[in-house]
């Protein structure tokens, strides 16, 4: 990474203890990450391998859902918190492929991926991108920021892409994700994923303790039984709550299983 964008909104950037949204950078092939963020994405895959397959099927993942939901479900509107570096295939771009009016809001609160955000505000003419640096912690600040770009009266999908493992305590987390149900009308949706334990991840909990001790933010495994409490109220799409690389995936046999869940849910 060059110094320049090190420089941007500067202080907040910190270059000697490893980030999340730049490691998750560096398990997904990216360049956008520093010398730190190696060191431990790298010890992470040898004390858990399967993680840079996690990190691709999560985004593969990504491009599904968001394709059946600008496609079949018609829904114009994205507001994605803990949307991490740009990279290829972002919610905008998948969503405009399909309908170029739609419209996304992305929100983050890792400085380095606002000195990236431009590469997100590269919306079609007929759609916008807009990108809000907040805290998932604050869905009411979110909210207001996103309202500026989306109309809450109209659907909405919210996706919660490998955040509500960051927001350690589990009642916040439903909080917040009642918070933004809240926030959107019926036929709207919530898409998550979220790492686990469970599907095979037993490995990932003494890789987790390491990186709780060398990194940033904290981060927490759940059950499927604690993620799918996050939807309670809504409608879980099929296949329901799976693998991510398996949900509607084009051949579930072959699909790896790797240990992080995700699901589709409509607010009836
Ligand atoms: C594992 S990455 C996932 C990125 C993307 N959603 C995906 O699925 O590929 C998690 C992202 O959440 C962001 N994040 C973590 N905690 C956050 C918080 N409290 N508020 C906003 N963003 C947060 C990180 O900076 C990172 O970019």
Redesign the pocket.
């Known amino acids: 990474m060059s110094d320049d964008s090190a420089q941007q909104p500067g202080e907040r950037i910190s270059s000697h203890i490893a980030?999340?949204?730049r490691v998750?950078n560096y398990w997904l092939g990216g360049k956008d990450h520093y010398e730190v963020d190696e060191q431990v994405g790298s010890m992470v895959t040898s004390m858990y391998p399967s993680i840079g397959e996690v990190?691709r099927a999560?985004?593969a993942f990504?491009g599904r859902a968001v394709g059946f939901l600008a496609g079949e479900a018609g829904i114009r509107q994205f507001l994605?918190?803990?949307?991490?570096?740009p990279?290829v295939n972002n919610t905008h771009e998948v969503a405009q492929r399909i309908a170029p009016d739609a419209r996304i809001v992305y929100?983050?609160?890792?400085p380095i991926?606002l000195t990236h955000a431009r590469a997100l505000l590269t919306s079609s003419a007929e759609g916008a991108t807009q990108y809000v640096d907040?805290?998932?912690?604050d869905p009411q600040a979110i909210v207001e920021a996103a309202s500026g770009t989306l109309d809450f009266d109209r659907p909405v999908a919210v996706?919660l892409?490998?955040?509500l493992n960051?927001?350690v305590d589990t009642e916040k987390a439903t909080s917040i994700v009642r918070r933004l149900v809240d926030a959107i009308p019926s036929g709207s949706y919530v898409v998550l994923?979220h790492p686990t334990l469970e599907l095979g991840g037993e490995g990932n909990a003494e890789a987790m303790k390491f990186w709780n001790e060398n990194a940033t933010?904290p981060i927490t495994a759940r059950t499927g039984a604690e993620v799918a409490a996050f939807l309670d109220g809504l409608e879980i799409l099929e296949p329901g709550l799976v693998s991510c690389a398996r949900w509607r995936a084009e051949d579930t046999e072959e699909a790896p299983l790797v240990a992080q869940f995700g699901a589709v849910a409509r607010k009836p």
């Open positions: 980030h999340n949204a998750w990190a999560d985004r990504l994605d918190i803990g949307t991490g570096l990279t929100v983050d609160n890792d991926v907040a805290d998932a912690h996706m892409l490998g955040i960051f927001v994923t933010p």
